[in-house]
């Protein structure tokens, strides 16, 4: 496959914050190591529990923080130390939480039109206008609410109003973080709904960062599956929920809720054990062998790398044959 295939590629990337501890500087590995690839036009899943990395990973990637080590390479080029602005127009993100991420003091109509006015300074004001309008409808607002300020709408309303800014300058890639995790579930729908129907018609590709798995499953084509600032499992999306090979993909996925009373009673559960360690000192050998009922002597002295078992199914694990 060429380069051209993939808009994004993730290599062995690493991003470390300094803390001090005990008068010693140390590091948080909140990233450590992480390797995959979006494909053009297609959604890829970022998955896992809170502070396992996910936003960090899409921080870095739009070098909000800098990477401290490995690369990041946008459509064939390098862009983990370069100069981020002529990749910007490129490139967006759609951030958790819509109401920190709008300026209360600017109507809808000036955040919308924010992107255009930095990145085509001589776009004429009639195309200006028509461009803004263009992309409030395709959110499925209306030119009244131009001239309303942010507190003036819902949590969904915002979160339209966010992904207008961020798609008005038609980015061919966009990262988009927990971007419902803040809505009501009928808001939820909504806003999936029209993401795709976005996807479709302006042919962007998505790396969606989320907590629940069933929506991660209805929007992505490819699953990655991390904890603790490392990858243990990729796959497609179909294939990833119907055949989990990694312990910890099993337990997430055994959590995901079932409406069915009966049917829940029934499922078997992956409780996991044991405490999550710290990413200032993590195990020497795998992370996740504190909570994982197959770890043994290995598994706490070498940390598994990650391998393709067939299909482009990835997995990191020293004892998922067994499993």
Do not use: W
Request: net charge neutral; glycine share 6%; aromatic share 8%.
């Amino acid at each position: 496959m060429s380069k051209s295939d993939f808009i994004l590629e993730l290599k062995d990337l690493r991003t470390y914050f300094p803390v001090r501890k005990f008068l010693q500087k140390k590091f948080v590995k909140a990233v450590d190591g992480v390797s995959f690839q979006v494909r053009r036009g297609e959604t890829v899943g970022l998955v896992g529990e809170s502070g396992c990395g996910k936003s960090t990973i899409g921080r870095t990637i739009m070098r909000f923080h800098n990477p401290t080590g490995g690369r990041i390479i946008f459509d064939g080029d390098d862009i983990t130390a370069c100069d981020m602005k002529p990749y910007r127009k490129r490139m967006q993100m759609v951030f958790q939480d819509p109401y920190s991420s709008l300026d209360p003091r600017m109507t809808v109509g000036d955040i919308v039109g924010e992107p255009l006015d930095i990145q085509y300074p001589n776009m004429s004001k009639a195309e200006r206008h028509d461009r803004i309008l263009e992309q409030i409808h395709l959110v499925g607002l209306n030119s009244e609410q131009l001239s309303r300020f942010p507190h003036e709408f819902s949590g969904g309303q915002r979160q339209r109003i966010s992904i207008a800014r961020a798609m008005v300058i038609k980015p061919e890639f966009m990262v988009l973080d927990e971007p419902v995790s803040a809505l009501d579930v009928s808001i939820q729908a909504q806003i999936i709904n029209m993401l795709m129907d976005l996807q479709e018609r302006m042919g962007q590709a998505f790396l969606f960062i989320a907590h629940d798995l069933a929506v991660v499953r209805h929007i992505s084509k490819q699953v990655v599956v991390m904890y603790l600032g490392h990858v243990m499992e990729i796959n497609e999306s179909e294939d990833l929920y119907r055949h989990p090979l990694h312990p910890y993909t099993q337990a997430l996925l055994s959590a995901i809720p079932v409406p069915d009373p009966n049917t829940s009673r029934a499922r078997k559960r992956e409780v996991l054990v044991g405490d999550v360690p710290s990413p200032i000192d993590p195990p020497k050998g795998c992370v996740f062998c504190t909570r994982c009922k197959y770890a043994t002597e290995v598994c706490r002295e070498q940390a598994p790398q990650i391998e393709d078992v067939g299909g482009g199914h990835l997995v990191a694990c020293h004892h998922f044959r067994e499993i």
